[in-house]
């Protein structure tokens, strides 16, 4: 089961990666989401969480991902870590605003 949370900034993405830890989940499997491609790895690194890769998405589609618009690369990596399409597309709307995603997975 994933649990999905959304917030503004940083300081709150860690707080809330903070209470998954707290509530069992392993950081490896706190998957943190923002639109621009290096705000993402800085919150990811800043925060010591799982970074979406060949072990979650398979070779094609991390292949796959470097021909990809920024929208198509997040709703693929959406899906790759245990959301549906439509869970997929709303979040990379969410996205779209300017806000973060945090995905934990069992």
Same mark, same amino acid.
């Given at each position: 089961? =994933? ?5 503004? =900034?940083?300081?709150?993405?860690? =707080?809330?990666?903070?209470?998954? /830890? =707290?509530?069992?989940? &392993?950081? @490896? ?12 790895? @800085?919150?990811?690194?800043? /925060? @010591? ?11 094609? @589609?991390?292949?796959? $991902? ?5 929208? &198509? ?10 959301? /549906? ?20 997975? $069992?």
């Amino acid at each position: 089961m =994933n649990t999905v949370k959304v917030c503004e =900034n940083g300081v709150q993405a860690v =707080n809330i990666i903070e209470e998954l /830890t =707290n509530n069992g989940y &392993d950081r @490896d499997n706190i998957y943190l989401f923002a639109h621009g491609e290096e705000r993402s790895k @800085d919150l990811t690194d800043a /925060t @010591d969480t799982g970074t979406v890769g060949v072990g979650e998405q398979g070779i094609l @589609d991390s292949v796959s $991902n470097v021909f990809r618009k920024r929208g &198509d690369e997040l709703r693929s990596k959406f899906e790759s870590v245990g959301l /549906t399409e439509a869970e997929a597309e709303k979040y990379e709307k969410v996205l779209d605003g300017g806000q973060v995603v945090v995905v934990a997975t $069992n």
